[in-house]
């Protein structure tokens, strides 16, 4: 029932005045007087509050002894009910204990902090339409991904610790198959569906050897830096079983070949003759001696130079272009989980970073 006094017409006019017609002293039906707060007014004046009053909109509490508070009628609400700020019923939002509970259920490892799905679907009920992605950066036992899962939502979920293979991908997975009963989903009525795209981020591609020059990262094997050297120069990566240097595509008639070699003249002479005049070939090679300019139809490039101009460094926004991630095959017996481990080091795949 109070409104600022401070900026504003009604603030300019307060400070030059030092009065205001909101300013006066309430009783309470139990009694107790009531003036507004330090800065403060009612919202009306005498006549209007009193006017409010008489028609029983005002609530004073209780039992008729607490500060008066205006009734609103849900009829009344524009675009719903603003949230409150504190959250303090346990029994609408759940405890950490819910969430352990709920953790257990599935049968997963215990996890120290999970958020009860109750206090996590609140939130995105608040701030997310179905549809909408939600990210959770630092994903532990993988609550915001089921609860956003449960709920029509997209979602991101981001892990360093084991926990990605201890808890979020068979949680995950049980909620697609429709055998995750607990939390949310009678109140969501969730039975089961979606799927989700699982990647292991890879070492960087490069790092500095003793004499701080960019060398390849050795947990590279040449598959990877060919597919990782294919992403960065915009090629398709499809290695041919029968022609060495066709690791990847752009065009029917523009290849890439990948290489930790040093390629000599004569080398370099022969993949240009096997290439031909009707089609092209980049070069992407540790090095080579001669004149790169002096073939036709190759472009010759020095690997670290290839990708150092590609990656970045130092940058306060890497903002990942989702709707550009590559579209997982379909597997064979998997129609509704779309679960494509990729990964360098433990699952076999192609690296991502
Ligand atoms: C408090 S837990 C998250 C709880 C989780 N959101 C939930 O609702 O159950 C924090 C998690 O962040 C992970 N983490 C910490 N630093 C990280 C980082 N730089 N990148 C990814 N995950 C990180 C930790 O391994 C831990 O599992």
Known sequence: MTISLVGGARGRQFAKTGKSENIFEVTSPSGKKFWPTANRCWSRNPDGFEALNRERRIWWGPNGDRAPRLKMFLSEAEDGILPTTLWAEAELFGLNQDGIREIRALGLPDFPTPKPKRLVQKV??????????????????????????????????????????????????????????????????????????????????????????????????????????????????????????????STERDFIYVTTANLSHGQLQQLSDEVGGERSLLVVCSAFRGRKEGYANLTVKKIPKAVLSRCEWGKDDYSLKVENLPKAPPKPGQQRLEFEPTGHSRESGNPVG
């Open 124 to 249: 995105f009920e608040i701030g997310s339409s179905p549809g909408d992605l939600i990210l959770d950066s630092f994903a532990g036992s993988g609550t915001t991904g089921a609860v956003a899962h449960k709920m029509g939502r997209r979602w991101i979920m981001v892990e360093l610790g084991e926990h990605c293979h201890t808890h979020i991908i068979p949680r995950l997975k049980k909620v697609i198959d429709g055998e995750d009963k607990g939390g949310i989903t009678d109140a969501v009525r969730w039975r089961g569906g979606g799927g989700f795209r699982y990647y292991h981020l890879a070492p960087s591609l490069l790092e500095k050897d003793k004499w701080g020059n960019w060398v390849i990262n050795k947990t590279y094997n040449p598959a990877m830096l060919a597919q990782a050297v294919c992403k960065l120069e915009g090629f398709t990566y499809a290695p041919s079983d029968t022609i060495y240097w066709r690791h990847g595509h």
